[in-house]
Every structure is written in C-alpha cells, then in structure tokens.
C-alpha cells in the first residue's frame, strides 16, 4: 500500500511516516515501479506499534529499543519492563513538575483581580521566572 494508505490505517500523518522510514525506524516494503513508498500490513503493525509507544512518552531511541524487542522472540520481558519502570519513574517526575506549575499558575490567578487595572501578579510573576525556578 502507498504511505497514504499505512498512515491511515496507523492513525499517523503521512509526515510522521516518512519521517519513521527517513530515520529507518520503519521502514517500507520497498518501492513501486512509479517510486512511491510500498508498506506491508507488518510495517502498518509496527507504525501503530510505535504510534502507541509514543503517546506514552518513550523517545524515538527508546521507540527503537522497544521495537526492537517487539520484534525479538528471543526477548526476555524483563528488559521490557525495565525500559517501562523506567518511563514511569521519569512520567512521574513530569507528573509531579506540571502539578507544582499547576498549583504555582493558581495562585497568581487568584491573587489576580482580573478588573480594568493594569497591574497584574500573573504577568508580575512570569516577569521574575529566571532559568532555575518555576
């Protein structure tokens, strides 16, 4: 099938799709007689493969690991746990940093009046952010 077709059936834009054959992470059949890309049902599999694994966050290095063992029958989980703990640990620690920017973006919008003034803690605020403090 042509790239149009495998992003559909992926649920991918046919960019993101050109780019995983660019990069080699997926790759397509071949090509045509006329050039145009030829995807397989396996590398439709493996595009929404790493379609899934992308919404969860793994990088594309860490997509090509998974890929990897996704392809390896010789795998052991073990080495597919880890790379999710690992994920985990570092979802968490997103988690826990969107949640305090959360709370922080609160605050100021309370202690904002939100009238025809134009003093504002909310814009006072994002004027004393420096690079190490939310």
Known sequence: MKIGEAARESGLPVKTVRY???IGLVAP????????RDYDA?????LR???RTRRFGFTIPEC????????NDGR????????AETK?????????????????LARVAMACAGDA???????DRFAALDRTSP
């Open 20 to 22: 995983y054959a660019d």
């Open 29 to 36: 059949q071949g090509r045509s007689e006329s050039g145009y």
């Open 42 to 46: 396996a590398a439709v599999a493996k």
């Open 49 to 51: 493969f790493v379609s």
């Open 64 to 71: 090509r690991e998974l890929l990897s063992l996704y392809e």
């Open 76 to 83: 052991e989980s073990a080495d597919v746990k880890r790379l």
């Open 88 to 104: 985990i640990a570092a979802l968490n620690t997103r988690l826990a940093e969107l949640t305090d920017l959360r709370d922080e």
């Open 117 to 123: 003034r134009p003093d504002c803690p909310i814009l």
